[in-house]
């Protein structure tokens, strides 16, 4: 089956300590995308990244990390510099082509706990 | 920046049809208009995307007018499972090879019985 996936689906984490969000696609689209959402809220863009070994800053970057290593894969992590983390966090990608739009394909997100 | 406005919510009832209308007055002319659909605590689905006149798939219709600065997402028959929130975006080209999606709050459909 083609898809995207995300781990864990709940985590929990002690304030103060960073932690990684996993997000791998099978799908072989070149873009990814990290979004963030709060309770009642639209969806929020994070980082993306066109192309391996290439990411940009999205709307609200800060106290965030990614990598993009691999094609198949780009983890997230969040920081303690992160002052509100707890949030759910979604994962997609396109095909990122050069023209025209892409339809861009969700995981099923992680909900992030920080106590 | 193309901005969408669209209801908060909407409540309808099993089986009628349901009119979601969205406004982007500062649409740009190569964006496309794109509808996605979220139920709780699952990333949104992509429902049916257009860039003029009307679109037409197994799930929804698309109406946009000449204009271009509003659409209305047409739900024919909906059914309690329909109940979900529904954004209206305006795909934007950044750097020429993503698309930077502005989403909204979007609008929480409720179907009762």
């Known amino acids: 089956d083609g898809g995207i996936t995300q781990s864990p689906k709940y985590l929990f984490r002690k304030e103060g300590q960073n932690v990684t969000l996993s997000c791998e696609q099978n799908?072989?689209?070149?873009?990814m995308y990290w979004y963030r959402q709060d309770p009642g809220q639209g969806l929020r863009l994070i980082y993306y990244?066109?192309?391996?070994?290439?990411?940009q800053k999205g709307d609200i970057a800060e106290g965030y990390s990614v990598s993009r290593e691999k094609k198949e894969s780009f983890p997230l992590t969040v920081t303690s510099a992160q002052k509100n983390p707890t949030a759910f966090y979604l994962c997609?990608?396109?095909?990122?082509?050069?023209?025209?739009?892409?339809?861009?394909?969700f995981g099923p997100g992680t909900r992030l706990t920080v106590l | 920046l193309a901005k969408t406005t669209q209801p908060i919510s909407m409540d309808s009832y099993e089986g009628q049809e349901v009119n979601i209308t969205c406004s982007h007055n500062?649409?740009?002319?190569?964006?496309?208009i794109t509808w996605y659909q979220q139920f709780p605590s699952q990333g949104p689905r992509f429902i049916i995307q257009?860039?003029?006149t009307k679109v037409t798939n197994e799930v929804a219709s698309l109406f946009i007018p000449a204009d271009r600065k509003s659409s209305t997402l047409s739900l024919p028959r909906v059914s309690l499972s329909d109940t979900a929130v529904y954004y209206c975006?305006?795909?934007?080209?950044?750097?020429?090879?993503?698309?930077?999606?502005?989403f909204g709050t979007g609008t929480l459909l409720a179907v009762q019985p």
């Open positions: 990244s066109q192309i391996v070994n290439d990411f």
């Open positions: 997609a990608s396109s095909i990122g082509a050069a023209s025209g739009y892409n339809e861009q394909f």
């Open positions: 799908l072989n689209h070149d873009a």
């Open positions: 975006l305006v795909g934007e080209q950044y750097g020429g090879a993503t698309n930077k999606l502005i």
């Open positions: 500062n649409i740009a002319t190569n964006d496309y």
């Open positions: 257009g860039y003029k």
